[in-house]
């Protein structure tokens, strides 16, 4: 069992920066695939970000499009413990963001993107940006 308490989001005018974390209990954090997904009011829930849990992939890092190049996911095995750097932020970026947690995650791009393969969540930590 693995619980997830995410933390960070606010509000923020569009151009800022936020940096949201995932902690998550248990001793076995570094065997799980960590992601972020958001879900804007009315609209589905959307892949954001994961990052690998194989150690010899060295953290490999995947994105949705929409985020390429402004927001970088990372993670401190130690702490046990996700992030997500958000820059440049921008109106459409509001949304409930989700950390997720993925046993084992098969590390390729259409099983980290996709939100039925994870098997936990935290409750989400709502992203607000104004314009």
């Known amino acids: 069992q693995v619980q997830l308490v995410e933390s960070g989001g606010g509000l923020v005018q569009a151009g800022g920066s936020l940096r949201l974390s995932c902690a998550a209990s248990g001793r076995t954090f570094s065997s799980y695939a960590m992601g972020w997904f958001r879900q804007a009011s009315g609209k589905e829930r959307e892949f954001v970000a994961a990052?690998?849990?194989?150690?010899?992939?060295?953290?490999?890092?995947y994105y949705a499009d929409s985020v390429k190049g402004r927001f970088t996911i990372s993670r401190d095995n130690a702490k046990n413990t996700v992030y997500l750097q958000m820059n440049s932020l921008k109106p459409e970026d509001t949304a409930v963001y989700y950390c997720?947690?993925?046993?084992?995650?098969?590390?390729?791009?259409?099983?980290?993107?996709?939100?039925?393969?994870?098997?936990?969540w935290g409750q989400g930590t709502q992203v607000t940006v104004s314009s």
């Open positions: 990052i690998s849990w194989i150690t010899w992939s060295a953290g490999r890092t």
């Open positions: 997720a947690a993925y046993l084992k995650g098969r590390d390729t791009g259409p099983a980290m993107s996709n939100p039925y393969e994870y098997d936990y």
